[in-house]
């Protein structure tokens, strides 16, 4: 399994991703806004790209769709639902779907509403020796969690978070769709001073362009990410003085759509 992250180096930070299979060469093509850079590195690499993917329908993940179709002549794939909102969509994809890339790689489609009600993440297998890698959108990002603004919803983010992305493989390698790293981690010192390994994260994060931004796994995300520790005291104490309607012992979903509530003005 071959995994290219590619950094534009845009006002969004966006990530761009080749998935490639070692053997054959061939190659998926996620989320390619900057095509040009895409395609460059994909030749660069000796693979060819046959398909594209988009997570979601938003302009800076869809934009370079039909460039890199003219000339890759590339299938392009999406939730089955944004066929309507992004154009010349040529297979829909659901829940449980699986990809082969090659003869080495296969991906299975997660449904993963929440920043968009039709949302994918790709969870990628390759061989046994291989930690599994989840391509995320803008569902999770590093020490993060996608907003809602445009067409989503958190409470539907808080499920995708609680019942698919928490039950993962905890060393699965965390692909997000940009480099939101240090500014998430201020955010995660903020509710938990405490947290140790965020402040080292921090330190880190602050030498780092998104190009050479480390790789965390679900483990790290666990311990540095807020949207996942819903239940640590800390959390929920700086909450309260933000939200004083919240109850001493909240529970999880409470916990989860104030932080993304206090993370929007934030």
Not at 1 to 29: F, K, Q, S, V
Not at 117 to 144: K, Q, Y
Request: proline share 6%; with cysteine; aromatic share 6%.
């Amino acid at each position: 399994m071959l995994i290219e992250r590619i950094w534009p180096d845009n006002a969004w930070r966006n990530y761009h991703y080749l998935i490639a299979c070692e053997e054959t060469g061939e190659a998926l093509a996620v989320d390619p806004l900057d095509w040009q850079a895409c395609l460059a590195t994909a030749r660069e690499r000796g693979w060819q790209i046959t398909r594209i993917l988009n997570t979601h329908e938003h302009g800076d993940h869809i934009g370079g769709n039909e460039s890199l179709r003219a000339a890759t002549r590339a299938t392009l794939l999406a939730h089955a639902g944004a066929a309507s909102r992004i154009p010349a969509v040529d297979v829909g994809l659901s829940a449980g779907d699986r990809l082969q890339i090659g003869r080495s790689v296969l991906l299975t489609v997660l449904d993963t509403p929440g920043h968009t009600l039709t949302h994918v993440c790709l969870l990628i297998e390759g061989r046994s020796t291989e930690a599994p890698a989840l391509i995320c959108g803008d569902t999770l990002f590093n020490a993060g969690a996608g907003n809602c603004h445009n067409g989503g919803d958190p409470a539907l983010l808080y499920d995708t978070f609680v019942n698919q992305l928490a039950r993962l493989p905890p060393d699965t390698l965390i692909y997000p769709g940009h480099d939101y790293l240090q500014r998430n981690l201020e955010f995660t010192l903020d509710r938990e001073p405490d947290n140790r390994l965020a402040a080292t994260r921090l330190v880190d994060a602050r030498t780092y362009q998104g190009a050479t931004a480390p790789v965390t796994t679900l483990a790290e995300e666990q311990q540095i990410n807020s949207f996942f520790r819903l239940h640590n005291p800390q959390v929920i104490a700086g909450l309260r003085v933000h939200f004083p309607d919240l109850p001493e012992q909240p529970d999880a979903r409470s916990v989860f759509l104030k932080l993304r509530e206090l993370r929007n003005r934030w």
